[in-house]
């Protein structure tokens, strides 16, 4: 692989190819999940910020919404990670979607109890 | 026609009877303590009370019965102790403990002192009045007159406190002085004139050195001046009234009628009108008949106000008027206050009376945005008057679940947040399943493929 990237003047562009290139597609699927929860926790804190933070419940079970979900997919994602098989020996693909999925029942559960 | 003027001969007649009863508002029984070999000599003192309904019973100074406290119950509504020279008082009932008890029951008591020490002088010193020393009466060569320095003439000024109510001739006085202390429960009532001191009589041994040096000594053990009371009252913080004589020569029917140095005659028998009036709790006694608190535009009583809500707090409040022997609604306090507190006053703030319905004060105010258990309290107390107290507990809880506005517009991009984050989580998990199943088909072809 190391041989079809060019040799780069710009390191951000070699790290985006080098991402483009070493990481498969599930991977790359979760971290666009992971981009997308970061933009929204980041328009929900922008506007508690400029606009209102009123009330204050909706937008901490919002913005933490987003915050757990992240953690919880960012979890998945090390899980599933080929490159972490030795750390996480125990916990096959299939259990570490389905510790995910839990969790992330038991979030939502919380936030729409706070949300109103 | 006949029977008509009978009858209102009897109502009349009935009328009269009502005007004459004691018109105390705690009670018309008066235990007087006196020798009764000088109980003659404050007729004039004594029936004026008998006139104005009192229903007194004598004990002699020397003896045990009747008891001041029965079974832990006063057996008297007020206790007047004439017998200033007794060195002890009928024995083991009269002692400053059971004075102490008395007033702790409600009962009020007239004391009267002498030169002689007593066992009731070291309980003045209870009541914040520190005395002379022993056979130091006070003393006056002004103004100038045939009758000895001990007899002393005292000029009552008009409002000088709130228990004299009108114009009072000067008064004849013979007797000890009190320090007054810093009690703010004590209530002067006749202060010594300004030229007059506490010491022994030149000619019984005593002389004006004593009063030098005490002054060399920047007053130390000096007892002069008008800063010293002659009658001084007395309000525990229970409600019970004690006065304290300087003498009780004050009363006999001597003084009540001896014309003062000018040839007029003394004050002595208003004085001693005024004196027992207040004490037996004729004058100056308020209370307060209840206290109501509720929402604004509101009539029901709450235990429970939310934080911030809008409450109405109104007290009726009832003055005792002696001469028609009943309560009435009293609007003229002007300084009334309500505090609304959880250990400190949040809210301070005037009670005014409510114009139009009398007896009637009512404030309203918002409650502060704090929850907890709070308290309506009034706590009104002058030097003279009956005190107020008033502790109404009531809880300030935040608003209940139900209490908020929901779906606030403000809110909208929270709400879409959390809506869009859990509908993303949805089509991650299908899809992210989806891909499971493709990929383990991949896998299979793979397999075969191998």
Redesign the interface.
């Known amino acids: 692989m190391s041989s079809k990237s060019q040799p780069s003047s710009n390191p951000m562009a070699s790290l985006w190819n080098s991402y483009n290139d070493q990481t498969s ?2 991977l790359k ?1 979760i971290d666009s ?1 992971l981009v ?2 970061m933009l ?2 980041i ?2 804190f922008a ?1 508690c910020v400029l ?2 933070s ?2 204050y419940n ?2 901490l ?3 933490s ?2 915050v757990g ?1 992240f953690v919880l ?1 960012a979890s998945l994602r090390s899980q599933v990670n080929p490159a972490n098989k030795d750390e996480f020996k125990e916990v096959s693909p ?1 259990r570490a ?1 389905a510790d995910f ?1 839990l969790g ?1 029942i038991v979030l ?1 559960f919380f ?2 109890n706070f ?2 | 026609m006949f029977s008509i003027r009978r009858f209102c001969l009897l109502a009349l007649s009935l009328a009269h009877v009502w005007s004459v009863t004691a018109k105390s508002s705690t009670g018309d029984s008066v235990l007087v303590v006196v020798d009764p070999k000088r109980q003659a000599q404050y007729s004039q003192f004594l029936d004026g009370l008998k006139d104005r309904g009192y229903d007194i019973t004598f004990r002699s100074s020397k003896a045990e019965k009747p008891l001041l406290i029965e079974d832990d119950v006063p057996n008297y509504a007020h206790v007047i102790l004439l017998a200033p020279e007794s060195k002890n008082l009928g024995g083991k009932d009269i002692t400053p403990q059971n004075i102490v008890e008395l007033l702790n029951l409600k009962t009020n008591v007239i004391v009267t002192l002498s030169p002689a020490q007593t066992s009731l002088s070291s309980l003045a010193s209870e009541f914040s009045l520190i005395l002379p020393p022993p056979a130091s009466p006070l003393i006056s060569y002004f103004p100038k007159r045939d009758e000895s320095p001990t007899l002393i003439p005292i000029s009552v000024p008009d409002k000088s406190s709130p228990v004299l109510t009108k114009h009072i001739a000067p008064v004849w006085f013979s007797g000890i002085p009190q320090a007054l202390g810093n009690s703010p429960l004590i209530v002067p009532i006749l202060k010594a004139p300004a030229e007059s001191f506490a010491g022994e009589l030149l000619t019984q041994g005593g002389s004006a050195e004593s009063l030098v040096d005490a002054a060399d000594k920047g007053g130390e053990g000096l007892w002069a001046g008008s800063s010293l009371g002659v009658v001084t009252g007395f309000q525990t913080a229970s409600g019970g009234r004690i006065t304290w004589l300087g003498g009780a020569d004050m009363l006999t029917d001597e003084l009540f009628q001896k014309s003062l140095p000018d040839g007029s005659k003394p004050g002595n028998a208003d004085l001693a009108r005024d004196i027992t009036a207040w004490t037996f709790q004729e004058e100056l006694v308020l209370r307060i008949d209840q206290v109501n608190h509720h929402i604004v535009n509101t009539t029901i009583s709450k235990e429970l106000y939310t934080i911030n809500d809008n409450i109405v707090f109104s007290a009726d409040i009832s003055k005792w008027n002696p001469s028609e022997n009943k309560w009435e609604a009293c609007s003229g306090l002007k300084d009334l206050q309500l505090e609304f507190t959880m250990l400190d006053p949040f809210i301070r703030t005037a009670l005014p009376p409510v114009p139009g319905s009398p007896g009637k004060y009512s404030v309203s105010f918002r409650a502060p945005d704090r929850h907890g258990v709070f308290k309506f309290v009034i706590d009104y107390k002058r030097r003279g008057w009956s005190f107020l107290h008033s502790s109404t507990t009531v809880a300030v809880v935040p608003p209940r679940h139900d209490g ?1 506005p ?3 517009s ?2 909208w ?6 809506i ?3 509908i ?2 949805f089509l ?2 299908a ?3 989806a ?2 199943a493709r ?1 383990s088909r991949k896998g299979q072809k793979g397999a075969k493929a191998q």
């Open positions: 597609n599930r699927f999940f997308y929860l929204s926790g328009v929900q506007y606009v209102t009123f009330p909706a937008f079970s919002g913005f919404s987003t979900q997919a299939e979607f999925a992330s939502h936030v729409y949300l109103g | 908020y929901r779906f606030l403000a809110a991009p929270y709400y879409a947040g959390a869009s984050t859990s993303a989580f991650f998990s899809l992210w399943l891909g499971d990929d």
